[in-house]
């Protein structure tokens, strides 16, 4: 009877073993479909920048539970337009945070939910199931109205309108940038979510000869600015947030890429200056 007994637990171990391997090589093609030169990690870890990874359809969030905020948002865009954009999904509390964010957990702050993937982006590529999931709670960011509503809401509308139709294929990382003094931020929160200084986007087209743009916009802006007055470089935010972005790349291949600003081919004058949709 032991004989047996020991038989069926070492069969139900191989079997927890392969069906834990099947998940994980799964879980691992589906982000590295979401990203470009491997899933967004830390440089050094530290608990500023420890994260874990929420999956959603359409695209990766690196969620900290000591900023109650993400620290990344990853997705793909491209520009087959294949899916029917629907109704603007009403917000939803994200059941994978450590700390509970509501929906109301902005209310009478000053501060507007300010989605970090976008909604008609993800939406327009991805689906209908992928744009509800971008009004996650964990999907959202503090930003200033003027920020939130003009700017951040131009460089959005560039990507998708501009960018995209101009290389077929963008890949996207965007998220929060906090006070370098921890202390300096650690109590300016929104309910449990602590309240970012500044946002980044980066612009990558995935290609043999792949090319990068990428901006830093601050809170306190008034909307209306050129979008390259933001131009940074990859290595800038790196160094501000402590993330290594693209993980793969040999060192020789991300100091040419990320070390420098180099607009060349992307026609960015064509929208710097476009006002927005809501302005």
Known sequence: MARAGLGRLLIAGVFVAVATGLWYSQEAD?????????????ESPTPLNLHRVLRNDGYLVGWSDLRVNPLWVSYLLNDAGASQIGDRPGFSRDWRTLWPVSTDSYRGSGYDRGHLAPNYAIANVHGREAQRQTFLMSNMSPQRPNLNRQLWQRLEEAVMDHFVPRFGTL??????????DFLEGVFHRVGFTQVPEAFYKILVVPSETPRVIAFIMPQQVSGNEPLDR??????????????????????????????????????????????????
């Open 171 to 180: 890949q996207v990382i965007t998220g929060p940038i906090y006070p370098a």
């Open 230 to 279: 933001f131009l940074v470089s990859v290595d800038k935010i790196e160094a501000r947030t402590g993330l290594d972005f693209f993980p793969q790349l040999t060192p020789g291949a991300a100091g040419r890429l990320e070390g420098s600003v180099d607009t060349h081919g992307w026609d960015l004058q064509a929208v710097a200056r476009r006002p927005g949709r809501f302005q």
């Open 30 to 42: 589906f982000r590295n479909s979401l990203s470009w030169e491997g899933v967004t990690t830390w």
